[in-house]
Every structure is written in structure tokens, then in C-alpha cells.
């Protein structure tokens, strides 16, 4: 019986898992992994995946097999926010993806990428990637390019303000 208790509440502390989907303007499928469950609000979602694949080079960043990824998703913002950490929990960055706003369930967390990316070093420097892309992508929808602007003003406002998860950005000046 005490066992049976006791795996009671391992499983009701143990977080739960949720599927991620990230899709192309069309919607179709590009990518889909798990993550954990940290934090569940009314429009928003704080999740926990791990990386999984071979090193990735970016010239940046490295992301590498043991870094931890803190994802923030929103259903009423056009952006993301990935919050990452090496092996040894020292902080790489922060990568942002600009997309339509997250349709959040239970167990599946969808998102529209929409090109435009965002990559914000410890220090507080950003990068704004993939422009090149957004501007000759035929297959967005002009409310797609509309909010993918908007979004991707709201971010770089955070960020230049330090709000949010970007107040921990470590000021060297």
C-alpha cells in the first residue's frame, strides 16, 4: 500500500510531457519533438526539451547534445522564446523565433514559423537572422507578413528593455 502511495505521487510530481509541432506557413509538419511541462498559464506555456541531435554550428552559437532549451510560448504573441543553457547551466542565449501565435492544448503546442528569427547573446547583443528569406518567401499570406513585423517589433522592444526573460541579459557596459 505505502508503495502504491509513494508512485502516487512520484507520478503527480513527475511534469508532463507536450508534443511541440513547428510548421511552415502552409502549416504543414517540419519538425516535432517533446518537451516538459513547467509552466501552464492561461496564454502561455513554459516548457523544457533537451537537444537532441549531432552539434549544430551556427557561427553564433553551437547547440550541442546535453544543452537545455526553456521555451516560451504564447497564443497571443507573434514570437517564441528559447532560453538556452549548455550541459554545465551556463547560459548560450536566447533564440526567437518570430511566428503566428501558438495554438496551445493539453498535450500539442503548434506553431507557424514564419521565417524570421532572432538570436540574443548573454550580453544583450541580437542578430536578427533569415531576412533575406522573409523578404522573398512566396507562400506568406500578407496578415502573415503583417504579423511576422509586428512580432518581431515587440521582441527586439523587449529586448531593448530588458523585459521579461531578457532582464537577465548580463549588462557588461
Known amino acids: 500500500m505505502f508503495a502504491r502511495i509513494l508512485n502516487i505521487r512520484e507520478a503527480r510530481e513527475k511534469s508532463p510531457m507536450i508534443t511541440v509541432v513547428k510548421q511552415d506557413p502552409q502549416g504543414n509538419t517540419m519538425l516535432r519533438y517533446q518537451g516538459e511541462v513547467i509552466k501552464r498559464l492561461p496564454r502561455e506555456i ?27 510560448y504564447y497564443a497571443d504573441r507573434w514570437f517564441n522564446i528559447f532560453d538556452i543553457t549548455s550541459a554545465d547551466n551556463t547560459r548560450k542565449g536566447w533564440y526567437c523565433n518570430v511566428g503566428e501565435p501558438a495554438v496551445i492544448s ?8 514564419l521565417f524570421l528569427d532572432v538570436w540574443v547573446a548573454p550580453q544583450g547583443n541580437s542578430l536578427i537572422l533569415d531576412e533575406d528569406e522573409f523578404a522573398t518567401a512566396t507562400t506568406l499570406s500578407e496578415a502573415q ?23 537577465e541579459i548580463v549588462d557588461n557596459s
Not at 493539453?106 to 514559423?113: E, F, K, L, N, V
Not at 509586428?150 to 528593455?161: H, K, N, P, Y
Open 46 to 72: 513554459i516548457i523544457r526539451a533537451g537537444w537532441t541531435l549531432p552539434a549544430k554550428d551556427l557561427g553564433y552559437a553551437r547547440f550541442e547534445p546535453g544543452d537545455t532549451f526553456t521555451e516560451y
Open 106 to 113: 493539453q498535450d500539442r503546442i503548434a506553431q507557424i514559423d
Open 145 to 167: 507578413r503583417q504579423g511576422a513585423r509586428e512580432g518581431l517589433q515587440a521582441l527586439l522592444q523587449m529586448i531593448e528593455a530588458r523585459q521579461e526573460i531578457f532582464a
